[in-house]
């Protein structure tokens, strides 16, 4: 999807790593060295003064990495202390762990061990190989990790006790580390959940083994400059070219969710925006902005004789609508199987009264609403994580998708939007809070409305306006109303060189 980084479980991940190995280009070891010096590399970038560093080394190969940063950091004028465990680690780590001893002791990895003496700890506890919550003196050493939350760690991988597939810890000490060095890809539990927070700055180092993944069906949307491409107009574009968006308003005193929503679909780009209260709410929608087309829709037969206009692209359904409405306008909606967002009331509506949809749906839920739709895989989420895998809102909302056949867009600092198909993407915005405001959510419901009017499929529309919403609200910054959104989304798309 536009040329988003993939994301990779644990479990592609070990088949990449083993598909690499398996070809004969490169070895366990040789990955083992590149993983590690990288990881050094990043910590003498970020601290070029050497000093005092506590190396923890845990029993699998992310132990292993572990060896090989502390060699990498000795080598450099670091202190370096390594604490490891005695029982024999694969070959791979076992050989790493050897080379290390040529250079100085391993002590047991013991709280007793642990020093404030130090200037950093190197978090080569677990990987992407954690099953279980850690316990014993690796629990303990995390604990004593959490009482010193002034001593910066350095996660290889990850933080040691988060799960990598779900971005929820196993264990409650999960280091919260400053810097997280990641290998070849993201992994979900890097951008959902407790995940941003624990890995602190996350930084992807290559090593080589890109050749051999297979091809993701998830990815992190994010912006980058090849989205001028997807964006941009054609020098003799028309607007109908551009589709025309129809949003559908609530009645008297109810109009301000629709207009939001209304704006963001011309800002996005839609050709044509008409919103569509009842005709006694007409007059409140007489204002600016006049590049809003107004009609009114009364009820479910003015819904489908509108609809019978073919240059109507996408539809956007629920915010300020009012329940009532909204279930009587949503079969003729969902007949004309036209591309639409269905939010807010729409989704009230769609719990009380479930009705089958289609792959041109856009479903744009909250956890509360998403809890109402799909009560039974809400509940499995707020079930406490035990073991790896465990469950993640990424699970949840494929299995959402795929059950309901419409793309599922879950709200939320770690926004996650499936299609019915699996194709996913992931985008984090944990640096927005200030965009948990009233009518924020209208704003998205409309840019994904602009978008689907524009031809873009239901996935790419949500992930596209998920990360343009989260821009904007970064431009704006604290302070930030509803309102402000589709004023910036101008000048997102201006440093996009759209
Ligand atoms: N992916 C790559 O290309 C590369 C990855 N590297 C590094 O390797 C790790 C993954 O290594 P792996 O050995 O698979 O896993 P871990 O190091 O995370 O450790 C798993 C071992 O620990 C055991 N385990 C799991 N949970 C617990 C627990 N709670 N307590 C104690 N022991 C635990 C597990 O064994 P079990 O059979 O007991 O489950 C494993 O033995 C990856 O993250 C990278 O850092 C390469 O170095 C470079 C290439
Ligand atoms: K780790």
Redesign the pocket.
């Known amino acids: 999807m536009f040329d988003w980084p993939q994301i990779q479980t644990t479990a592609q991940?070990?088949a990449?790593?083993s598909a690499?190995m398996a070809s004969g280009a490169v070895s366990g070891v040789q990955?083992?060295q590149?993983?590690g010096m990288a990881v050094a590399g990043q910590i003498r970038l970020r601290w070029p003064k050497p000093g005092r560093a506590t190396v923890l080394c845990?029993?699998?190969?992310?132990?292993?990495?572990g060896y090989v940063i502390a060699r990498h950091l000795h080598r450099a004028g670091w202190a370096v202390r390594v604490l490891g465990l005695d029982n024999t680690p694969?070959p791979?780590?076992d050989a790493m762990k050897r080379d290390w001893r040529a250079l100085g002791p391993i002590r047991p990895l013991t709280p007793q061990q642990m020093s404030a003496e130090c200037d950093l700890v190197v978090d080569?506890l677990?990987?992407?190989?954690?099953?279980?919550?850690?316990?014993g003196d690796?629990a303990r050493i995390l604990g004593w990790l959490q009482g010193h939350p002034s001593l910066p760690v350095v996660a290889?991988?990850?933080p040691s006790g988060l799960c990598m597939d779900s971005g929820r810890p196993?264990h409650a000490a999960a280091p919260r580390c400053q810097l997280t060095v990641a290998?070849?890809s993201l992994k979900p539990g890097h951008l959902l959940a407790q995940g941003p927070r624990l890995c602190g700055r996350l930084v992807i180092e290559d090593?080589g083994?890109a050749p051999w993944r297979d091809a993701s069906t998830l990815h992190r949307a994010t912006l980058h400059p090849g989205l001028n491409k997807v964006l941009g107009k054609q020098p003799d574009s028309h607007k109908y070219g551009s589709g025309h968006a129809l949003i559908v308003a609530g009645g008297r005193g109810k109009g301000g969710a629709a207009q939001l929503a209304a704006q963001a679909a011309l800002r996005i780009g839609a050709g044509l925006v008409t919103i569509c209260p009842p005709d006694a709410a007409l007059p409140e929608h007489a204002g600016a902005p006049w590049a809003l087309m107004r009609q009114s829709i009364d009820d479910a037969a003015d819904l489908s004789q509108t609809l019978a206009d073919p240059r109507i692209s996408a539809i956007c359904l629920g915010p300020g609508c009012g329940v009532d409405r909204a279930a009587q306008l949503l079969p003729p909606l969902l007949a004309s199987g036209r591309a639409c967002v269905l939010d807010a009331d729409a989704l009230t509506a769609l719990s009380e009264h479930p009705r089958a949809l289609h792959a041109n749906c856009v479903l744009t839920p909250h956890m509360g609403e998403f809890a109402r739709l799909f009560p039974d895989l809400a509940q499995a989420l707020n079930t406490p994580a035990k073991t790896g895998p465990a469950l993640s809102k990424l699970h949840i909302t494929r299995q959402a998708a795929a059950r309901c056949g419409a793309t599922v867009l879950l709200k939320g600092a770690d926004t996650v939007m499936a299609a019915p198909d699996g194709q996913a993407a992931i985008h984090s915005a944990f640096d927005t809070p200030f965009l948990a405001t009233a009518g924020a959510g209208d704003v998205l419901s409309g840019l994904i409305a602009g978008l689907l009017a524009r031809g873009q499929t239901p996935v790419a529309a949500a992930a596209l306006a998920a990360t343009l919403h989260s821009a904007a609200a970064r431009h704006i910054g604290p302070g930030l109303i509803a309102d402000d959104i589709p004023q910036a989304i101008p000048r997102i798309l201006r440093d996009l060189n759209v």
Do not use: K, S, Y
């Not at 845990?58 to 990495?65: E, K, L, R």
């Not at 677990?126 to 316990?135: E, H, N």
């Open positions: 991940m070990r990449t790593e690499a990955l083992m590149r993983a845990g029993p699998g190969n992310n132990g292993g990495d694969g791979d780590a080569a677990f990987g992407t190989g954690l099953t279980r919550a850690p316990d690796i290889v991988d990850c196993l290998f070849d090593i083994i």
